[in-house]
């Protein structure tokens, strides 16, 4: 399943139409905006901005705090299957979207070294027209501390001036990801199971049964590409 937040209540009204196969959905689509705003108004739930220990920032790249930021998040998760994610990979992954002006990278910053950090990158739906943000990776060196939900405040203000209609992840009762199950309104079912993956090797295969072996993200495979 995938949470998520209106970010542009007419275009998305219009794209959820579509998508089922509701006629004129263009002419529907500004009393369904209307109704939708008017729940998410009564009933929304505020998303509180940063704490003051830390400044919530956009890294136009990935530098070289990312390297000491991946080899303290390397350390901190021993026992955990990790996508690596230091300077090069990161660059390397994300720089078509980065190129394009489709991605954005939000940190957490305090005394100038990167505590935590979130991806965002756009994930279209081109039949419906729905113009969708995904949050595809975020990982923290502060476990005990919510960074996560600035980065979110953050990111819901970018997606409203830019025209986006909906912020989105995909997969929810993630242990880190609890603030955005938490605050997003909305819960949507995917058609299929995204997640697979096969161990060649029948040791690995059976650490690999034990959820906390696990931070899996979008990041991981080609579900970000």
Partial sequence: ???YWITGYRGFARSALRIKGVPMAGLVAPAAAGALWMKDAVMGRSVKAASCDVEIEEAKGFDGRFDAFWKELRGQNGEKLLGVRDRRTLSWHFAGPLRAGQAWILTAVRGGLVRAYGVFKRQDHPKSGLVRMRLVDYQTLDPEQDHLTAMLA????????????????????LPKMRRFDECAPYR??????????????????VQLRRPEAWDA??????ASL
């Fill in 1 to 3: 399943s995938a949470a």
């Fill in 154 to 173: 953050e990111a819901i203000g970018r997606c409203k001036r830019a025209g986006i209609y909906s912020l989105e992840h995909v997969g929810c009762g």
């Fill in 188 to 205: 949507r079912k995917l058609p299929a199971w995204p997640y697979y993956y096969k161990a060649a090797d029948p040791g690995i295969d």
């Fill in 217 to 222: 993200s979008t990041f991981d495979g080609d």
